[in-house]
């Protein structure tokens, strides 16, 4: 799939998302982050590196579609001090706030000290990895700083970049094992674009295995 605005600009039609004030500014924000910095350069070269966006792209797609797939329950309100929903929730609030979360989840990536690591074709050492692995706590940071931009979501788009690499036995980057189902559909829209998009280091994998 490549990244063409017109993409972008159908991402609402593509998962029936209603178009509101958030996501119309998440949607900008996504377009200004592929434009500007090490995006920029490798969109301009057509670089290994601008897998990227096109999976964050991918990722909120399975991420709206999977959510939609869900049933309404008691576990969705958002509870900022544990990190998780609770209580009956309006689900299409919900579900915008995943599908944000998954759009935005990499956005700290091309923000690590040594962005070219994520062009490697080949290994990397146990200093490049812990390198590659703090784009999360970045994007965290950073979407922070947009408060007036998601009118009240900030907190929980910017959780779902923080957390996107955790796995319910605790074995991700953080060790967070209590998942909100926000983070396992989070878990799961990353790990189906993961695998079955090209990328500098890893096989492709086809969508039917």
Same mark, same amino acid.
């Given at each position: ?19 509101? %004030? ?31 966006? %096109? ?34 929730? #309006? ?33 990397? #050492? ?30 929980? %788009? ?32 990353? #790990? ?18």
């Amino acid at each position: 799939m490549k990244l063409r605005e017109k993409s972008i600009d159908d991402f609402c039609q593509i998962i029936g998302l209603k178009k509101d %004030v958030e996501v119309d500014n998440s949607l900008n924000l996504f377009k200004k982050w592929t434009q500007e910095g090490y995006l920029a350069k490798k969109r301009k070269e057509i670089g290994p590196a601008y897998w990227i966006p %096109v999976h964050s792209f991918n990722t909120g797609i399975y991420a709206g579609l999977i959510s939609k797939k869900i049933d309404d329950d008691e576990s969705w309100i958002w509870d900022a001090n544990n990190f998780l929903w609770k209580e009956k929730p #309006n689900i299409k609030e919900k579900s915008k706030t995943v599908i944000l979360g998954n759009l935005l989840h990499d956005y700290g990536k091309p923000y690590i000290k040594c962005p070219e690591l994520l062009d490697f074709k080949d290994g990397i #050492n146990f200093n490049q990895k812990s390198m590659i692995k703090k784009h999360s706590l970045i994007g965290f940071l950073k979407l922070n700083y947009q408060t007036s931009i998601f009118n009240g979501y900030t907190n929980e %788009v910017s959780y779902i970049s923080k957390f996107h690499h955790e796995r319910p036995d605790g074995s991700g980057y953080l060790g967070l094992k209590n998942l909100s189902i926000g983070l396992i559909i989070t878990m799961i829209s990353d #790990n189906i674009d993961g695998r079955t998009s090209k990328r500098p280091y890893t096989k492709q994998v086809s969508m039917k295995k």
